[in-house]
């Protein structure tokens, strides 16, 4: 069963841009936390439907490595890597859970959702921009496309833990 609803709460009207993009990812983030909430390892690693390799786990890894990739990387400028892609590797290992520690998982996900609220309080404005290969992004559009993304991505945790437990909700 899902644990009660602590989600940031999104502001519906009054608030500037930036504080309804940032309330906005965050509620995106809470419901990610939610989706697992209340779960065992063994269940945060329950594949969906083969021949996927999806799991609410991978789901908390991959979101670790989009907000590294995005914030740190572009909006920074670090060369931050991934903890669970060997170095030199091509492949991407966010999904690769089987002997994945789930409690250290969430710590790298919820270090990495830190860092990225740090980023955008340092920013000055929304209009700042950081670069990914010959692209330039701004912190409005990294912050809009990461929306997405957990939107998406929580689209796919509701039907894994109806899966898991037959729990549904928002």
């Not at 500037?16 to 906005?24: H, I, K, N, P, Q």
């Not at 996900?109 to 404005?125: D, L, N, Q, T, Y």
Request: charged share 30%; with cysteine.
């Amino acid at each position: 069963m899902i644990q009660e609803d602590r989600r940031t709460p999104v502001p519906s009207a009054g608030a500037d841009e930036r504080t309804t993009l940032t309330a906005m990812l965050q509620f995106q983030r809470d419901t990610l936390a939610l989706k697992c909430a209340g779960l065992t390892p063994d269940q945060l690693k329950d594949r969906a439907v083969a021949p996927s390799a999806l799991s609410l786990l991978g789901l908390v890894r991959h979101a670790a490595e989009v907000e590294r990739g995005w914030f740190r990387n572009v909006l920074a400028g670090e060369e931050s890597r991934s903890p669970w892609t060997s170095p030199g590797s091509t492949e991407w290992a966010d999904f690769d859970v089987e002997h994945a520690d789930a409690d250290a998982d969430f710590a790298v996900w919820h270090a990495e959702c830190a860092r990225s609220r740090a980023i955008v309080e340092a920013a000055e404005s929304l209009d700042e921009t950081g670069r990914l290969g010959d692209e330039t992004f701004s912190v409005r559009y990294v912050l809009a496309h990461m929306i997405e993304e957990y939107a998406r991505h929580n689209g796919h945790a509701d039907l894994l833990r109806e899966r898991i437990d037959g729990t549904t909700g928002e």
